[in-house]
């Protein structure tokens, strides 16, 4: 899991981190980014993918992580950004967000996946893609962790404030029910215009 962040030091860049972002797919709520140095060889137990790891450990995860890095940000992207702008841009837009929001700051970016920019948005960091790096490198299985407690936990706020939508249960995916939902309340201030031409 480590052998991304020994090549960039190798390099000679010493502050490596790791970027990943949850929420790229749902009808609604922001899509969220986060970043994350950790101390390199740093041994934390069922660290993966987000989406490979039960929620209860994702919480400990997301505890651990925190305070043990040496740097983490979480950042977002809002639902009327998405609108304007595009998902694909959004997403760049957040993780660059997240980059920037370190303390101390990174010198590279391990970023999750094979995109790094949009039409006009892009990671302005010296960074490398990794296809299923979530998977692959400690940093950014760590930065999809902090990604997704922190989407999960906003969504379930947003289930307090417009309970209708049962957004506790989906988190705003494009599920059977949440369709159902819509259909039967029609679009709440979260929702994503853009993702509803369906509708």
């Not at 969220?32 to 995860?61: C, F, H, W």
């Not at 651990?64 to 841009?89: G, T």
């Not at 094979?114 to 990794?130: K, P, V, Y």
């Not at 949440?178 to 993702?195: A, D, K, M, V, W």
Request: aromatic share 8%.
């Amino acid at each position: 899991m480590w052998e991304f962040e020994q090549r960039a030091a190798a390099r000679g860049y010493g502050r490596v981190c790791g970027c990943d972002e949850a929420g790229a797919g749902p009808l609604a709520g922001r899509v969220y980014a986060a970043a994350v140095i950790l101390p390199m060889g740093l041994e934390l137990p069922y660290l993966n993918d987000s989406k490979q790891v039960t929620p209860r450990r994702r919480d400990l995860l997301f505890d651990q992580i925190r305070a043990q890095a040496v740097a983490w940000a979480v950042a977002w992207a809002e639902m009327e950004e998405i609108d304007a702008l595009d998902i694909l841009n959004c997403r760049m837009l957040a993780i660059n967000r997240a980059i920037e929001a370190l303390e101390p700051a990174a010198d590279f970016a391990l970023i999750d996946g094979n995109r790094d920019h949009g039409s006009r948005c892009a990671i302005t960091l010296a960074h490398e893609t990794i296809v299923k790096g979530d998977q692959r490198s400690a940093s950014i299985a760590a930065a999809s962790i902090l990604a997704k407690v922190s989407r999960d936990r906003y969504m379930e706020e947003m289930a307090k404030r417009y309970p209708q939508y049962e957004f506790e249960r989906h988190k705003g995916y494009p599920t059977r029910r949440h369709y159902e939902l819509l259909r039967q309340y029609g679009p709440c201030p979260i929702h994503r215009r853009s993702f509803l031409r369906k509708l």
